[in-house]
């Protein structure tokens, strides 16, 4: 049977209104109103045409419902620099994320959320970002390969194709399990503070931000700057006469941007009010403003790593995952790809073993 839901979620997820699709398909906009509101069933060259329009296969808009996301519970990262079409796409990728995410949990046994049950939403962005690292062992030491360690503590990790600054990153929780997408638009180091961030929202935020709230964003940075760049190991690693050129050498150790590392410094008294404009001033005239240009490698996920390596053994490819689900091949491949991309960075967290189930 026709889920009207679907064909909602596609139009939303290639950012067409009603009127547009209805052109493309070759319809009436009464019919797409009908369709999307369930009033009609519509003949089997309708659903073509729309899949035609949409890109998707006739098969996606005849399946169970997918669950949707609540806009109410996300965490974006550049809320207000979005428009509604761009929200409305980001959300539609966070539904079919879920949707990917169902069929691999089905199948392999993945890592559970390991998250302190007292931490609460009150709690300072230093103090829970000190805390979360007590929690899971890693101490002041510097973070290697990010990604990877989120996913060992039960983070679902998943790209975003969307081809826009607008749309960094988002977050939420559903289900007890948290989720995390992101958009590799910008330098590794931008990205690697992006999910921090997140983790930020995922902790201090649980029920998410609907409103873009400036203060939970400047929370959620906070978070991230003294996850990644623990103020006692910056302290002890960082000499006290600080130079551009230190800064450059010393953003290695934490893998972060230059202008991340500027801020911390300054955050935490090693760095005046001028120094820091100075500084900030020079590093935007090399270009580190708008970029990173001696950067690290990108990080990639372990855990999708392994699942692909274990289906590929079983002759499943990412073209019959995407067949089974109904999706087009090149929706399966934007919650996937920027994460599976060859090249990790050095000291990688290795990942627990996954199960089959």
Known sequence: MFNAGRLSLAR??????AKALAEKAGVGVDTITRLEKGRN??????????GEALGYPPSFFVGEDIEEVDVGAVSFRSFSKMTARERNAAIAAGSLGLLLNGWIEDRFGLPEPDFPD?????????????????HWGIGQQPIGNLLGLLETKGIRMLSLSENTASVNAFSFWR?????????????AESSRFDAAHELGHLVLHRHGDPKGDRSLEKEANSFASAFLMP????????????????????????????????FRLHHIGRLSDWQYKSI??????????????????????VVWKKVLTLLWQEKITREDIAQELGLPSDELEGLIW?????????NAEAAKPLRAV
């Open 41 to 50: 069933e519509p003949e089997p060259e309708t659903i073509e045409k729309l």
């Open 280 to 301: 900030c001033i020079d590093l935007s005239r090399r270009g580190y403003r708008s970029g990173e240009p001696i950067g690290i490698e990108r990080e990639t996920s």
């Open 175 to 187: 289900g007890g399990k948290p989720y995390v997408f992101l958009n590799n638009f910008k330098s």
């Open 338 to 346: 920027s994460l599976t991309a060859s090249g990790r960075g050095p």
């Open 12 to 17: 939303a997820r290639r950012g067409m209104t």
């Open 118 to 134: 007292e931490m609460s939403e009150e709690t300072d962005p230093e103090v829970a970002a000190t805390r979360l690292r007590q």
């Open 231 to 262: 103020a006692d190991d910056v302290r002890s690693r960082v000499p006290r006469v600080i130079s551009t050129e230190i800064i450059l050498n010393a953003k290695l150790r934490w893998r972060v941007s230059a202008m991340a590392l500027a």
